[in-house]
């Protein structure tokens, strides 16, 4: 098992704004005669009346659950005011926030999480988005009298082949492939240092590796993409595991693209280029046209770094099956399924929406593939492009995955509202996907590692709470249960 640095679950509020209520509460001044009762009978802390004051504060909005999951109840404020001095509603504003995947109910839940770990109040969505597909319309099916589950196991063995290294982390995910120049170096090492923590690991993405991450390079994956930016032999030589990126599912075929605006000094010393000029890397490596030249590529990596875990990023074309057997022959020990939801937004829509396969149709076809050809248990199979919750990782484990790689929903943690502008000029306003230094500091990276922390934490808790209700002991267990799982009302 990677060795985790010790760190526990503490507050990390965002200090750039407060996060958006789903209800708005109001008291009316001129009703209320600072009875207090509201502060007595409400259990999540909206109403408080202060020692010393004879006024009762301002409500809490953002710990109210709405009258909807209060109504009939005993403690319901608005049915206890003596003088109906209270309304609540909802947050005229608040379904601004977001979009159909990443509806505001799924970002302010993940907010809760990065800053409590815990899990969010009822009445917050923290499961399924509003999609209307994909894993939205996944559900699972809990048996009415499920096996006793005395302790359960959440942790996922990276290796399953006789050489190189053996390699278990704790949790089933580590940290998508998110470049410096992409996002900032806070950002990096915020996701870093929270890997660390957790025992897992998170990749450098194709921008090369910066020198902060040295001292983390326990937890460091080094990507070798087609542009070989920032490549070396130290590099790879010093990284527990490499991956070959020959595809992005949010956007197969087109290749990588950082616009000249965040090309700079140090973001070009680092990739090998001339600064304030756009860097492309292109879709293929023009060295790999055949499963034996991608063999060449893994037998090269495999002799600059012994070892190392051998890592391939495949987008999902519909042969994405036979993809996956020439890989496994190849050598490799990871195979990371990509599928076509993922990316931040500076990967096009009109590619996100109309490539790649969804992640969902992926995953069975080639487990099951890899079932038939009885090499499943010596490969280990990855599934990203997407995934936003705890239940997503669980419902593609389900479907036949190992684990998942993790990108977009780290960066929620970090108070992405999901603009979309990631790629433009200075990049994102918040200091996440940027590298102008004046936004840079707003993600100090000791902030960002416990807020991804916590994230995680709350997630561990989704995922101990869902395998005891379904009877398992382990993420092992789940794998390709696909009788678990129900797709609007169909047993798959």
Request: proline letters at 7%.
């Amino acid at each position: 098992m990677v060795e985790a640095e010790p760190l526990r679950v503490v507050s990390a509020p965002s200090y750039i704004w407060r996060t958006v209520n789903k209800y708005a509460v109001e008291i009316l001044p001129d009703a209320c005669i600072d009875c207090g009762i509201c502060a007595q009978v409400c259990p999540y802390d909206v109403y408080e009346m202060k020692p010393g004051l004879v006024h009762i504060s301002a409500p809490k909005s953002s710990n109210c659950i709405g009258p909807h999951n209060c109504e009939g109840q005993s403690f319901f404020c608005v049915d206890n005011c003596p003088t109906d001095a209270i309304r609540v509603g909802e947050n005229a504003y608040y379904e601004d926030l977001g979009d159909d995947r990443w509806p505001a109910d799924l970002i302010t839940s993940t907010w809760y999480m990065s800053e409590t770990g815990q899990l969010p109040p009822p009445g917050i969505e923290s499961r399924i988005g509003d999609s209307g597909g994909g894993f939205d319309r996944l559900h699972f099916v809990f048996p009415e009298d499920p096996e006793p589950v005395e302790e359960v196991d959440t942790s996922l063995d990276l290796n399953r082949r006789p050489w190189g290294p053996r390699i278990r982390t704790p949790i089933p995910i580590y940290g998508a492939a998110m470049s410096y120049g992409s996002v900032s170096l806070n950002v990096m090492l915020s996701r870093i240092r929270a890997a660390k923590a957790w025992g897992t690991f998170c990749s450098t993405g194709e921008g090369g590796y910066p020198e902060a991450l040295i001292p983390y390079a326990d937890h460091v994956i080094t990507q070798v993409a087609t542009g070989l930016f920032g490549v070396s032999e130290a590099s790879i030589q010093r990284a527990p595991i490499v991956e070959i990126k020959y595809a992005q599912g949010a956007k197969p075929g087109l290749g990588g693209h950082l616009l000249a605006d965040k090309n700079t000094p140090d973001v070009a010393r680092i990739r090998e280029a001339v600064e304030k000029t756009s860097l492309f890397s292109p879709f293929p490596f023009h060295s790999v046209y055949s499963v034996e030249d991608h063999k060449k590529h893994v037998d090269w990596l495999r002799s600059v770094n012994p070892d190392a875990l051998i890592s391939v990023k495949v987008s999902t074309p519909v042969d994405v099956d036979m993809v996956a057997v020439g890989s496994y022959y190849a050598g490799t020990n990871i195979l990371n399924l990509d599928g076509g939801y993922g990316g931040t937004g500076a990967a096009p829509d009109i590619a996100k929406k109309n490539i790649a396969m969804p992640i969902e149709f992926a995953i069975p076809k080639v487990h099951r593939f890899l079932e038939g050809e009885g090499i499943r248990d010596e490969i280990v199979l990855m599934a990203s492009g997407g995934l936003r919750t705890a239940y997503d990782v669980a419902k593609a484990i389900a479907l036949g995955a190992d684990g998942c790689v993790i990108g977009t929903a780290e960066l929620v943690a970090l108070n992405c509202t999901r603009c979309g502008n990631c790629e433009r000029g200075r990049g994102c306003q918040h200091g996440i996907a940027t590298t102008d230094p004046e936004l840079v500091p707003l993600i100090p990276a000791d902030f960002g590692a416990q807020r991804i922390y916590n994230m995680y934490h709350a997630w561990r808790l989704q995922w101990v709470d869902l395998l005891t209700r379904l009877g398992l002991e382990s993420f092992r267990d789940l794998r390709g249960r696909y009788d678990l799982l129900r797709y609007e009302g169909a047993i798959l």
